[in-house]
């Protein structure tokens, strides 16, 4: 691709949006090329805010991908602590907050997703939400004076951050409104063993349960009726009720909008222009040939790195799995592939403790793997799923068969 008077824009400069402009510019691309983003800081490890960073142990320059001057050396323009607000496909232009407005020649969406809000939770000064470096300094700050901390959520965010605060000694009241914690995406037994992972280092795990009323004086919530009809004192609230992705930019533009993000096509193209990665990304996976969006930090930096070479020399397909990982007290979860609406979970182990794996599978198909402390699982279980052939499940339970066979032998 020849530079072009108009830049290369990449709207959103997190895990996605940081590798993108990296992966283009590594690929050969010598044009102008600029990063917008909202966040006043480069790039980070978003991982780490709900485990290390905030538990103290890792510091703050250990979460930062590049120092924010690198992109000069690459001569990327960052444009950092400002958000794009609106777009004009026919002009091809983007609009900031101060009103600057940049012409585009080609334009890379990465504006993931902020916090989802809790209905009826009061705007007080000791409830936090958890998703930026910033969210995570206010956080850490605040938890010095706090006793118990109340966790409305027990999601990946919310349940890491409720092993962080046991870590430190603080009491974690955790509400989670399904059942089991992750029982709607992961099945009713892992829940179950996650619900008692938690509850045997000492978090009061209420599931089934909401918030009916909140008790704020002086701006500060210093007790919660849950919807059981129990009052509850807290000293700090965290809500983790999921992510609601940013679509805006790519409404204004007229894309494609389905599945909660953005459709776009095998080589992450939303039009011939205009390409998306990591939590908007709607992609048309063509290992399961169906949309595939994973909210997952991991998925929108390898989208990112692999963007650069198909926006250089052409589109190509995107065929990695997703993959991500969570750690909660001592225990390592792993999962690849993509899980949805899955017919059968079978389990590897021998009971509800670690090590087990858990295979997912649809129409016979293996979708997804969950390991704990089982990385053969994963590592086959990749090739298992990219190979798209039936799998019996008396062969995937048993302890007996070699994941390494049975993944190469021929269908």
């Not at 590594?26 to 800081?41: F, I, K, M, N, S």
């Not at 924010?68 to 602590?81: K, P, Q, T, V």
């Not at 996976?285 to 969006?293: E, L, M």
Request: hydrophobic share 45%; proline share 6%.
């Amino acid at each position: 691709m020849a530079p072009a008077a108009a830049p290369v824009v990449v709207v959103g400069a997190g895990a996605g949006g940081d590798a993108a402009v990296d992966s283009i510019r590594a690929a050969g691309y010598a044009g102008r090329l600029v990063l917008v983003g909202a966040d006043p800081h480069s790039a980070y490890e978003r991982p780490l805010l709900s485990k290390g960073f905030l538990r103290g142990e890792v510091a703050m320059e250990r979460v930062f991908l590049r120092p924010s001057d690198s992109y000069a050396g690459l001569d990327i323009e960052w444009i950092g602590g400002h958000a794009a607000v609106a777009a004009d496909r026919r002009r091809s232009t983007i609009t900031l907050d101060d009103g600057r407005r940049l012409r585009f020649h080609r334009l890379v969406l990465a504006t993931g997703g902020a916090p989802r809000a809790l209905p009826g939770a009061p705007p007080a000064d000791n409830v936090f939400m958890l998703r930026t470096l910033d969210d995570a300094i206010a956080l850490r700050a605040a938890l010095g004076g706090v006793e118990r901390l109340l966790v409305v959520g027990a999601g990946f965010i919310g349940a890491e951050v409720a092993a962080s605060m046991r870590a430190q000694g603080h009491e974690v009241l955790l509400v989670e409104a399904a059942p089991v914690p992750l029982g709607h995406a992961l099945g009713e037994r892992v829940g179950a063993v996650f619900a008692a992972v938690h509850r045997r280092h000492g978090v009061d795990l209420r599931t089934g349960c909401g918030i009916r009323s909140w008790t704020v004086r002086a701006g500060r919530v210093g007790a919660v009726e849950l919807t059981t009809g129990k009052r509850e004192a807290v000293d700090a609230v965290l809500v983790a009720v999921g992510l609601a992705p940013n679509l805006e930019i790519a409404r204004q533009l007229g894309l494609p909008l389905g599945s909660g993000g953005v459709f776009v096509d095998a080589s992450l193209q939303a039009a011939p222009d205009i390409a998306c990665v990591g939590d908007i990304a709607a992609h048309l996976h063509p290992v399961y040939n169906r949309r595939v969006r994973a909210e997952h930090w991991q998925v929108a930096r390898h989208q990112g790195r692999w963007l650069g070479p198909g926006l250089v020399g052409g589109p190509r397909p995107y065929t990695e799995l997703p993959w991500f990982w969570s750690e909660q007290y001592d225990v390592r979860i792993e999962m690849v592939g993509h899980v949805s609406g899955f017919e059968q979970a079978v389990w590897r182990g021998e009971g509800d403790r670690p090590p087990f794996a858990v295979f997912y599978l649809a129409g016979g198909l293996i979708d997804a793997v969950l390991a704990v402390g089982e990385p053969k699982a994963i590592r086959f279980g990749r090739e298992l799923i990219a190979g798209r052939r039936p799998v019996a499940a008396e062969r995937l339970a048993s302890p007996a068969t070699d994941l390494r066979e049975l993944a190469r032998s021929p269908a």
